[in-house]
C-alpha cells in the first residue's frame, strides 16, 4: 500500500539522484556511514511515524490538552509515541557521537523527521523543539550545561521549548520586559511572562528546559540588552536528579484552530507559586555571555524556520497524496466530449480541472521538499565542506535562503492543503476525511517562527543587503550556474531555463530600484510582495534543477517530474511578472493608507 504521508519514491530521488548524498560519506564526520544506514533511517522513521504518530493525529485534534487547575491533561498515545520514538535514537540522528547522536548528514535527519511530521504534526512538536534547543545549547551552552540537560534531551528523558513572545510584546522582541535579577551563586531569578510558548507544561518528560530571554538590569536598551537563559522547570541537583519545582507557573493554554495536540501556553516566571530556595524567582543559567542572547537564540530560530517550512511541506505533501487517492477512486462524471449519458462514471482524475488542481499541488509539495532539502544539504555543506571556502558558501546561501525556505512553504503547500479540501469536493470539507485537519494544522505555519510579514523585511530589509549584497549575488550566480546547464540540455529545459534567466535579471533590476528610492519606508512596504516572486524563481529554479536530474529517464516517476515542471514555468513562474513590474515602481498604496480610510 502507497503511503499517505509522504513519497518515499520522491525522497529518493531527491537525495540520491539529485543532492548526490551517498557522496557525503567520503567525508570524515559521515565516514561510517552508507546509503544502507540512510536508507535504515528513513525505513525506522517512516515506520514509527505509520504506526505510533498517525493513529492518533485525529484523538489529538479532537481531544486537546487541557488545563484542569492543577495539571496539563495530554491523551496517553501521545507520551507512548515519544517514548518509542525516543528509543529509536532519531531525536539525535544529527548530533555528534560524543552526546549520544548518530552524526547522520543533516539533511537525512531532516527527511528523517519529516515522516513525523506529515504523520502527526502534534505530537512531532514536542521532539522537533527539543532538537532545536539541543543544537544551540551545543553550538553556545558550557560543558557543565550540556551535559546537565542536553544529554538528558536527547534521550527523550527532557523536552526543551523556546521562551521568546510576550503577551505586550508579540514579535516585537525589543519590548520584552522579563528581567533576569543577578544572585552571587552566579544563578539569576527571572521575573516576567511568555506567551504561545509551545510545550510549555506537561508531563510527559522528567523536565522541561526553557529558553528565555530576558534583560539583565542595567542593561543597553532594546534588542542589544537581551540575554538567554536556561530555565527549567524542574532544579537539577548535582548528581543529575530532579530537585526543588522551579518558579514557573502555568497561567492558561491556548486552544488553537489546529495544531492542537501540542499544549501552547502563557506561562509566568517568578510570580512565587514556588519558591526554589526559599526565595521568588524562576532559576536560570546564563548561556553564553551577558547580551548577546537574542545572537544566540537565533541559532534556533533559523534551525526552527527551516524546521517549519519542512513541517508545511510534509503537511501539504499528506494532503495532496489524500486528495490523490480519492481522486483515482470517486467515480464521478464522463468526458465533455461523450455522448452516451448511460456510459460509466470516471474517476475525477480524468477531469481536467482535477488535473489542475493535483498538478499545482504537486508542484507546490514537490518544489517545497526540494528546498527543504537542498537547505539541509546546505548544512551540511556549512559543517563538513573541504574548504573554508566551501563552507563560507554554504553559510551565506543559507543565510539568504532561510526566509524563503520558511515562507514559501508556509504559503504554497498550505495552498496543497486547500486544493486537497477542493479536489474532495463536500467531502473534503468534513471532519470524517483527514485533508480538513491537515489544513487546519499547517494553517499556523506562516505564522509562527516570524509571520510572512516579517521574512519579507529580512529577505529584502536584511540579507539581500549584506555585505554589499554578496548573499543575493551568490544566489543568483548559482542559479545562473543551473541557467546555463539547462540551455545546454535543449529541449524543455532550454525553454524553462530561458524563462528563469529572465526572471533572475528582474530579481536584480527591482532589488536595485527598490534600494534606489531612497525612501526605506517605501522599500520595505514592498517587502511581502518581494518575498513572493523571490520565493517563487527559487523554486523554479529548483524545478529545473529536477527536470535536469530527471533527465530523459523513461517511467511514470520521471514523466510526472517532466510534467509538474511544465507547470509550474506555465502556471507559476508568469505571476511573478506583474510582481516584478509592481515592484519596479515603489509602489506606496499600502504605506499612504490611513486608518480612517478602512
Known amino acids: 500500500m502507497r503511503s499517505l504521508l509522504l513519497s518515499r519514491r520522491d525522497l529518493d530521488f531527491l537525495l540520491y539522484e539529485w543532492l548526490d548524498v551517498e557522496s557525503l560519506t567520503k567525508r570524515e564526520r559521515y565516514a561510517e556511514h552508507s546509503r ?212 514557573i507557573a502555568l497561567a492558561g493554554l491556548n486552544h488553537k484552530m489546529g495544531y492542537r495536540g501540542t499544549v501552547n501556553t502563557l506561562l509566568n516566571f517568578g510570580e512565587g507559586r514556588y519558591t526554589p530556595g526559599g526565595e521568588p524567582g524562576a532559576v536560570g543559567y546564563l548561556v553564553g555571555e551577558p547580551h548577546r542572547g537574542l545572537a544566540y537564540m537565533f541559532h534556533m530560530m533559523n534551525e526552527a524556520r527551516v524546521g517549519v517550512g519542512a513541517g508545511a511541506t510534509a503537511l501539504g505533501y499528506a494532503g495532496y497524496l489524500h486528495a490523490l487517492d480519492y481522486a483515482r477512486t470517486r467515480p464521478q462524471g464522463r468526458p465533455a466530449s461523450a455522448k452516451d449519458p448511460s456510459a460509466p462514471q470516471v474517476p475525477i482524475i480524468e477531469h481536467a480541472d482535477v488535473k489542475r488542481m493535483l498538478l499545482a499541488a504537486k508542484s507546490y509539495v514537490e518544489g517545497g521538499l526540494a528546498l527543504n532539502l537542498y537547505c539541509g544539504r546546505l548544512l551540511d555543506e556549512e559543517k563538513t565542506a573541504e574548504s573554508p571556502a566551501g563552507r563560507e558558501r554554504a553559510h551565506l546561501l543559507l543565510d539568504v535562503l532561510t526566509p524563503i525556505a520558511k515562507s514559501w512553504p508556509s504559503q504554497w503547500c498550505l495552498a496543497a492543503n486547500d486544493l486537497a479540501i477542493q479536489v474532495h469536493g463536500g467531502y473534503g470539507y468534513t471532519r470524517e476525511y483527514d485533508v480538513e485537519q491537515l489544513y487546519r494544522d499547517n494553517r499556523l505555519n506562516p505564522i509562527h517562527e516570524g509571520t510572512h510579514g516579517i521574512h519579507g523585511l529580512d529577505l529584502l530589509g536584511r540579507k539581500v543587503s549584506m555585505d554589499g549584497g554578496a548573499g543575493l549575488r551568490l544566489l543568483l550566480k548559482t542559479i545562473g550556474a543551473t541557467v546555463s546547464r539547462a540551455a545546454e540540455a535543449g529541449g524543455a529545459a532550454a525553454e524553462h531555463a530561458a524563462a528563469l534567466d529572465l526572471a533572475v535579471t528582474r530579481i536584480g533590476q527591482v532589488t536595485a530600484a527598490l534600494w534606489g528610492a531612497g525612501d526605506v519606508d517605501a522599500t520595505l512596504a514592498n517587502a511581502s510582495i518581494y518575498l513572493e516572486a523571490v520565493g517563487h524563481v527559487v523554486v523554479a529554479w529548483l524545478w529545473l534543477e529536477q527536470e535536469l536530474a530527471a533527465g530523459d529517464r523513461a517511467g511514470d516517476f520521471y514523466d510526472g517530474k517532466r510534467a509538474a515542471a511544465r507547470f509550474f514555468f506555465r502556471y507559476e513562474l508568469p505571476r511573478t511578472g506583474p510582481q516584478f513590474a509592481l515592484l519596479e515602481s515603489v509602489d506606496r498604496t499600502t504605506l499612504d493608507m490611513r486608518d480612517g480610510w478602512f
Request: charged fraction near 20%; proline fraction near 7%.
Open 36 to 247: 544502507d544506514t540512510f536508507d535504515a533511517a528513513l525505513e525506522l522513521s517512516e515506520q514509527v511515524a505509520a504506526e505510533r504518530f498517525a493513529p492518533h493525529r485525529k484523538r489529538g485534534d479532537q481531544h486537546e490538552p487541557q488545563f484542569d487547575g492543577e495539571r496539563v491533561q495530554i491523551i496517553p498515545e501521545v507520551k507512548a509515541a515519544l517514548d518509542v520514538l525516543a528509543g529509536t535514537g532519531i531525536v539525535a540522528a544529527g548530533m555528534d557521537e560524543s552526546v549520544g547522536g548518530m552524526q547522520l548528514p543533516a539533511v537525512v535527519a531532516q527527511a528523517c523527521f519529516l515522516w513525523l511530521h506529515a504523520a502527526n504534526v502534534g505530537t512531532a512538536a514536542y521532539p522537533f523543539l527539543t532538537i532545536a534547543n539541543a543544537n544551540l545549547l551545543l553550538a553556545h551552552g558550557s560543558p557543565e550545561q550540556v551535559d546537565t540537560f542536553v544529554r538528558p534531551m536527547l534521550e527523550g528523558r527532557f523536552f526543551g521549548t523556546m521562551c521568546l513572545s510576550e503577551p505586550q510584546a508579540g514579535s516585537s522582541l525589543a519590548d520584552v520586559t522579563t528581567r533576569a535579577e543577578p544572585r552571587g551563586d552566579g544563578t539569576y531569578r527571572l521575573f516576567g511572562n511568555k506567551m504561545w510558548i509551545s510545550g510549555g507544561e506537561h508531563d510527559l518528560s522528567e523536565n522541561i528546559v526553557h529558553l528565555v530571554l530576558a534583560k539583565i538590569p542595567g542593561g543597553p536598551p532594546g534588542v542589544k540588552g537581551i540575554s538567554l537563559f536556561i530555565v527549567p522547570r524542574v532544579l537539577v541537583d548535582a548528581d543529575g536528579s530532579p530537585g526543588e519545582r522551579n518558579d
